[in-house]
């Protein structure tokens, strides 16, 4: 019940995501603001609410499969979340979606975000498509995993400096919540600065 809730969470913070992307491109033939704007200004302002920060520079790997899926914070864009619920319910994690808005991806961890911890996976998730309606490919946590457990989020700096977070993960998606669904492991590593 907790992964799946964490589960559509990722999923609304990835929808904010591809929000404020969009709303922060510059597109010169748009010049005149729909009546969208004023929902894009309300819809960013929970991504820059305390706790989240909007990386500025760095990458973000994802691999899976025989592919490697590569986030620049330059171009794309890429969060690191903090949920700061009751003691059960608090959350940190990293998302992201490419310019083109053809791949996404949400990692998250239980606890407090701090340098040098290895915590379990909470939720993840994998959007592939190269149609924005309807996903070629989407991945989540998977509920049939090993019996290690769902993966682990490896965060080996957090807030020092300029460095906004540093580590690796991996872990354990599948493509429905079927028992004897497939599942595939997803790694990756990520180094991303706030300047």
């Not at 520079?57 to 499969?65: E, R």
């Not at 497939?182 to 590593?189: A, C, F």
């Amino acid at each position: 019940m907790v992964n799946r809730r964490f589960t559509h969470f990722l999923i609304l913070v990835a929808a904010i995501i591809m929000t404020v992307a969009s709303s922060c491109q510059k597109d010169p033939a748009v010049n005149n603001p729909g009546p969208s704007k004023t929902s894009i200004n309300a819809d960013s302002s929970i991504v820059s609410s305390p706790g989240n920060f909007l990386a500025v520079t760095g990458t973000l790997k994802v691999k899976f499969n025989d592919s490697v899926y590569t986030f620049d914070a330059a171009t794309d864009s890429i969060a690191f979340i903090n949920v700061n619920g009751d003691d059960e319910n608090r959350y940190f994690g990293i998302t992201a979606i490419n310019k083109e808005h053809s791949v996404s991806f949400g990692i998250s961890s239980a606890g407090f975000a701090f340098s040098n911890i290895n915590r379990g996976i909470a939720g993840s998730q994998l959007l592939l498509s190269t149609d924005s309606q309807k996903p070629a490919l989407q991945l989540s946590l998977s509920k049939n995993y090993p019996s290690n457990g769902f993966g682990n989020l490896n965060l080996l700096q957090y807030k020092t400096g300029n460095e906004l977070a540093k580590g690796t993960f991996y872990t354990f998606m599948a493509a429905d919540s079927k028992a004897n669904s497939p599942y595939y492991r997803v790694e990756g590593s990520f180094d991303l600065q706030l300047k």
